[in-house]
């Protein structure tokens, strides 16, 4: 329970701009979720996703991805026909990763 109210209020804290407190939110949410569900769990891909997310917005494009790509991860293990990209958070996590990756080509950069 104190995981998913510590992720929820990242999500709080990362729409009223405070970035900082957000990914402390986060990171005490996923270390959580990771001891008492499993590093496998798809409560744990959610952070990971919104860890991801909040990197991206800060700029820090090579840790969001490595978030996105764990979440996608864990959600291909989870999907309901063994990997089916039709699965909504597979498909989440794969346009988060394409949206990186497109930006990051656009400003000509490198992961």
């Known amino acids: 329970m104190e995981a998913v109210i ?6 709080v804290q990362s729409r009223l701009g405070r970035e900082d407190e957000a990914m402390e ?3 005490v949410a996923l270390s959580i979720k990771k001891e008492l569900c499993g590093e ?4 744990t891909a959610r952070t990971h996703n919104a860890m991801g997310a909040l990197h991206g917005q800060r700029g820090d494009k090579g840790t969001a991805l490595a978030h996105f790509r764990e979440a996608l991860r ?3 293990e989870h999907a309901l026909e063994s990997i089916d990209d039709d699965d909504p958070n597979v498909s989440n996590a794969l346009r988060n990763i394409k949206l990186l990756e497109n ?3 656009k400003q000509g950069g490198n992961f």
């Open 6 to 11: 510590r992720h929820n209020l990242g999500l």
């Open 25 to 27: 939110e986060f990171r």
């Open 40 to 43: 496998s769990h798809p409560e």
């Open 74 to 76: 864990i959600y291909r």
């Open 103 to 105: 930006s990051e080509r």
